[in-house]
């Protein structure tokens, strides 16, 4: 059963308990607000408990939604009309169903996926079934499936799914009507977070600053425990990763806010940590684009306030576009990836030899059967630092996984690939030991094609009631960064130095692009590191991601920081790329070790 938990499961929190409805009031100075999930399948019921427990929080909200996400609920919509909706949230909620009513914590989430009325209509089952009266609203219009939208690059092809990204308001539309509880579909990440606050503190939506900080504190806590403590250059700083403590943002009714974590929870909230995060998965940094406000981050300051506690100020805002952006979705073919343990002297060679010659194999059993070569494929071996561009061939490494992946149009193809694999057991060069998980299954390559499509034309209900967005002010034109600067390298002495020892580094996706997010840890740094990494460099460096690779530079003074946005860097992004880093996450710990010259010793830049 989907949704995994049968009615009687939440007997337990659901009964016995009356709900005493808060309103809250505009002339509140402060908000609190809580993320426990960054991604479907983020931990189960871990977070929201630490969260209502230990927070002391206004709202719990949840991310569950990405690109592949969406595709995966739309699979399961198919088979089944009644759902499309992420049934892990009601997994989340069931230990915190108590405390929220008790505590009156009101919940947004975006578990509606792909069905947020189906969604909502479960959980108001469930909860009239065991007596607990909270108010459960669905916020819905962001998918355009079944509009006639024609994409001139991708016409005569069926999409699998087609979301625009709502923003916030008609959250906050829900929560003024006096929901408990706000399930929508696809809508920015940040909404999340920035809906509640404009209901909370009654911001207006030409409140362009107050906007911008709503909606950072927003995007720095979307991915959970990842602003916390999780995927921090400095990992060996960070306490007990088995408790990390999930992150709060303690918002001021100026927009100001704080990042701290529940108390007595491991992980870590310092500077370090929270700018990283404000990089990840940005591109201009002066327009970062959002469906309620274009906000500039690059003269945003951050700022060590006590144990676990940073300050975040600074973002500026200014109106936003009159389209949303869209995120279709459509077939294009199948993929099938093998991973095999090779073991002994030269091999990664081997595994080499034994992937090329399944390939090769399978292409001439291919021709016999008249369905074509392989369209594309990647053969790595994990070990030998192909990640890092080395060639195999000149690889050392005594054992190694052979990462093979191929794609092609024909479902039968790779399922005869999956067939021919084994035989390198037996037939090919000594050392392979195993099959991971078994022999590989062909699944659809999910290509990503963002467009924009006018406000205007997308209805959106809150609770089946018609919305309308209260703004009217739209930019005409898409504010941006203005071109890069390239200053001269200045040889300040003769020491050299891994840049992971001068800087914090984070990377992360967007579609067929990544981000490489780069802080200086002491902005005595800045002009140092501003002149020795330009885009060339970093591409020169990058060089082996692909030959289409193309680099652009973006600058935040404020945090001492840069922006590297890495178009065509990933091989079509996600479940369209055959390789092993698909969404972009090693670039940052690859681009630690570049080396850094002509400096002074290290200590002469780097405060206590």
């Known amino acids: 059963m989907l949704l995994r938990k049968s009615a009687s499961t939440y007997s337990k929190w659901l ?94 989430v975006n578990a509606g996926g792909l069905n947020p009325d189906a969604c909502a209509k479960t959980l108001k089952g469930l909860l009239q079934q065991f007596g607990l009266s909270l108010n459960v609203a669905s916020v819905v219009g962001d998918d355009l499936i079944n509009k006639d939208i024609k994409i001139p690059e991708i016409e005569g092809i069926p999409y699998n799914t087609m979301n625009c990204y709502l923003g916030a308001e008609p959250i906050a539309k829900a929560l003024d009507d006096g929901a408990d509880i706000v399930i929508t579909g696809r809508c920015v990440d940040s909404a999340l977070v920035l809906g509640p606050l404009i209901h909370k503190f009654g911001w207006n939506m030409n409140e362009f600053d ?21 995927n921090f250059t400095d990992w060996h700083l960070v306490p007990d990763f088995s408790n990390v403590g999930f992150p709060i943002v303690d918002v001021e009714k100026n927009g100001v806010f704080k990042v701290t974590k529940p108390v007595k929870t491991g992980g870590l909230v310092s500077f370090g940590t929270v700018a990283e995060q404000m990089l990840y998965e940005i591109g201009d940094s002066q327009c970062y684009a959002l469906p309620d406000v274009n906000c500039d981050f690059s003269n945003v300051s951050i700022k060590e306030t006590g144990e676990n506690e940073v300050e975040v100020s600074g973002a500026v805002g200014k109106p936003p ?81 052979v990462w093979s992946s191929v794609r092609h149009k024909n479902k039968k193809a790779l399922e005869m690939y999956a067939k021919e694999i084994a035989g390198a057991s037996t037939g090919m060069a000594p050392g392979f030991t195993t099959l991971v998980g078994g022999r590989p299954k062909p699944t659809p390559i999910l290509r990503y094609k963002p467009f924009f499509y006018p406000k205007d034309l997308v209805e959106i209900s809150v609770n089946d009631n018609k919305f309308e967005n209260s703004n009217s002010e739209f930019s005409t034109t898409q504010p941006q960064s203005p071109p890069e600067v390239i200053n001269s390298v200045v040889k300040e002495g003769d ?18 692009s ?78 630690s070790d570049f080396i850094v010259e002509g400096l002074k010793e290290k200590s002469c830049y780097l405060s206590e």
């Open 15 to 108: 009964s016995s308990y009356t709900y005493k409805k808060r309103f809250l009031s505009s002339s509140s100075e402060r908000v609190r607000i809580g993320c426990f999930s960054g991604f479907w399948g983020d931990s189960c019921s871990f977070a929201s408990q630490q969260l209502v427990n230990k927070g002391d929080i206004d709202f719990l909200v949840g991310d569950y939604l990405a690109e592949v996400t969406m595709s995966l609920l739309a699979a399961m919509k198919k088979r089944r009309p009644e759902l499309g909706f992420c049934p892990d949230f009601f997994e989340h909620l069931a230990p915190v169903g108590p405390k929220l009513a008790e505590k009156n914590i009101k919940v947004v």
């Open 210 to 230: 107050k906007l911008a900080q709503g909606s950072l504190a927003g995007h720095l806590v979307e991915c959970g425990a990842q602003c916390s403590g999780g």
């Open 321 to 401: 576009s009159s389209t949303y952006k869209v995120s279709a979705t459509y077939i294009d073919g199948y993929k099938a990836t093998s991973m095999a343990p090779m073991i002994g002297p030269n091999a990664a060679q081997k595994g080499k030899l034994n992937a090329i010659s399944t390939i090769e194999r399978c292409e001439k059993i291919f021709a016999k059967m008249g369905m074509g070569k392989f369209e594309e494929v990647n053969v790595e071996c994990l070990g030998s630092g192909s990640n890092y561009g080395q060639s195999i061939e000149s690889s050392t490494a005594k054992e190694v996984v």
């Open 495 to 512: 020491h050299s130095y891994r840049l992971e020892e001068l800087a914090f580094l984070r990377s992360g996706d967007k579609g067929n």
């Open 514 to 591: 990544a981000n490489l997010g780069i802080i200086c840890r002491d902005k005595s740094l800045y002009e140092v590191l501003d002149a020795r990494l330009t885009s060339s460099v970093v591409k020169e460096y990058l060089d082996f991601l692909g030959d289409d690779l193309v680099v652009t530079k973006y600058n935040l003074p404020g945090i001492g920081a840069f922006n590297f946005v890495l178009d065509n860097a990933l091989g079509g992004g996600g479940v369209a790329s055959l390789k092993t880093d698909p969404q972009g996450k090693a670039i940052g710990q690859i681009f």
